[in-house]
């Protein structure tokens, strides 16, 4: 179908339903960002708790939600295509409503602490999730749409930060956990995706899905179109076919073959995936593309953030400086959600990873001499989490959403969420004695080399998906380097 040919009011379903799966992401803004304004009253001799946290327990508060989302991700491939795009993503949405209701009626530090274990489970089916919006999407609108997860997410960031320098503890919880029944609520209202339906062999309901999210009659064209391409996408001759000289002929021959023609694939996910190159090749790409992007020093930042706003602008609030942020990264990845299907995927992620080294750079000649008044070390932060957020950021879970083969979508996305934990990780865990040893100057520009590194693949092996239906893909990932 060509980018005319989407209809506004089948626009506005397929936004209106990715809002509401987006939403989700911003229940993980909620808990990852609560913790930052409720540690005084958590440590103070007047804490609202039966007794003040310690250091430890501070440290667990915000580490615990890594340990729950390690413990999901691993379930999340068989959970989606077992109980499908929908339930599953409902699924996932339980914990937060369970981590406010802990969080509302007990005062006890364990119980607290075990709520955001709960919550990590919560955005380890959370960042899957991604894929019910890839499903639904249109391919011409199809990354700016699963870009807004990182919207929502940085959206409850935003609204977390302002609640909580206006209300009330409890009326903070509260009004979170509202916000966490409202959000399973919208859930409920949509239906699943096409693609997991025809996966589970319910044609009938795939038809009134697709017809549901493109506005149309379940007997118009669009519908058996969309039918026979999902179909093209199960069939396990696919890949071989795919796997020739002439793409013409290809084409031609998948365009005539029948809907009745196609069969589906009845093996497990692993096995699919062990057999098909293309998303094998798919994987690793997505993985190396997943470690460059986060070793790139974006999560280490936020460790330096307070103490560098504070040399920077001793005059300005804490809160205020991490308002500022907030706002500076919803803002980027608006920017992200308007330009990805223009620019592409390949393109952007090409110039953010670049103009991120060079930020990287300045940020580390400034730390190590000086070379600008104190206010511009303030400016490198806010230029470079815009720069990183608007592509970086959010192009790695595009990928892992869109470009592996239906029956192993859910599978390989529950490596990859895995592989963010892991790489988060041991990034965190490396970078305290890095820059005992090296000095934090010094760790910005290796961030930096990472920058132009992750350029330099992106220019030679990322291939450009934009627009492109899941079969087109597996082509670019079969073409021989």
Not at 439 to 452: E, K, N, R
Request: one cysteine or more; aromatic letters at 12%; glycine letters at 6%.
């Amino acid at each position: 179908m060509e980018v005319e040919k989407l209809k506004t009011s089948a626009f506005g379903v397929q936004t209106l339903a990715t809002i509401c799966i987006s939403f989700l992401a911003s229940q993980t803004g909620f808990v990852c960002s609560w913790p930052s304004y409720t540690v005084a009253n958590f440590t103070s001799n007047m804490t609202i708790l039966n007794r003040p946290m310690t250091s430890m327990d501070i440290s667990l508060l915000g580490a615990l939600p890594n340990i729950g989302g390690l413990i999901a991700t691993p379930f999340c491939g068989y959970i989606f295509n077992t109980l499908g795009r929908k339930y599953a993503t409902v699924l996932f949405g339980l914990p937060y409503v369970f981590t406010w209701l802990i969080i509302a009626f007990s005062r006890n530090v364990t119980l607290v602490l075990l709520a955001m274990i709960l919550a990590g489970i919560g955005i380890g089916g959370q960042n899957v999730s991604m894929i019910f919006i890839s499903e639904i999407s249109h391919d011409s609108i199809r990354g700016g749409l699963t870009s807004c997860s990182a919207t929502g997410y940085f959206l409850g960031i935003l609204i977390s930060y302002i609640l909580g320098g206006y209300l009330s503890y409890y009326q903070v919880v509260y009004t979170h956990l509202t916000l966490s029944v409202v959000c399973i609520g919208l859930l409920l209202l949509l239906k699943d995706s096409p693609v997991y339906l025809m996966m589970a062999g319910k044609e009938e309901e795939a038809a009134k899905a697709i017809a549901f999210y493109n506005q149309v009659g379940v007997e118009s064209k669009i519908v058996e179109v969309e039918m026979r391409k999902i179909k093209m996408q199960m069939d396990p001759r696919l890949e071989n076919m795919l796997d020739t000289e002439n793409d013409a002929e290809v084409t031609d021959e998948l365009i005539q073959r029948k809907l009745a023609e196609m069969v589906p694939r009845k093996e497990p996910s692993w096995k699919i995936l062990r057999k098909s190159k293309s998303s094998k090749r798919a994987l690793i790409t997505v993985l190396i593309v997943i470690a460059t992007t986060i070793m790139m020093g974006s999560v280490v930042l936020q460790v330096y953030a307070e103490p560098l706003f504070k040399e920077a602008v001793p005059s300005m609030s804490a809160s205020l400086c991490a308002i500022m942020l907030a706002v500076d990264l919803l803002l980027a990845s608006v920017v992200c959600v308007l330009v990805i299907d223009k620019f592409g995927r390949k393109n952007l992620l090409i110039v953010t990873s670049a103009l991120s080294g060079v930020c990287t750079f300045l940020l580390g000649v400034q730390l190590q001499v000086h070379f600008a008044p104190p206010w511009f070390t303030a400016f490198l932060i806010y230029l470079y989490t815009f720069v990183y957020t608007v592509g970086c950021a959010v192009i790695p879970f595009v990928l892992a959403a869109e470009v592996f083969l239906p029956e192993v979508r859910g599978l390989c996305n529950s490596f990859s969420m895995g592989f963010v934990w892991i790489i988060t990780f041991t990034t965190l865990f490396i970078f305290n004695p890095l820059v005992e040893l090296l000095g934090l100057g010094t760790v910005f520009y290796l961030f930096s080399a990472i920058c132009f590194l992750g350029t330099t693949f992106a220019y030679f092996r990322l291939p450009e998906t934009k627009g492109l239906s899941a079969d087109a893909i597996q082509l670019l990932f079969l073409k021989k380097k």
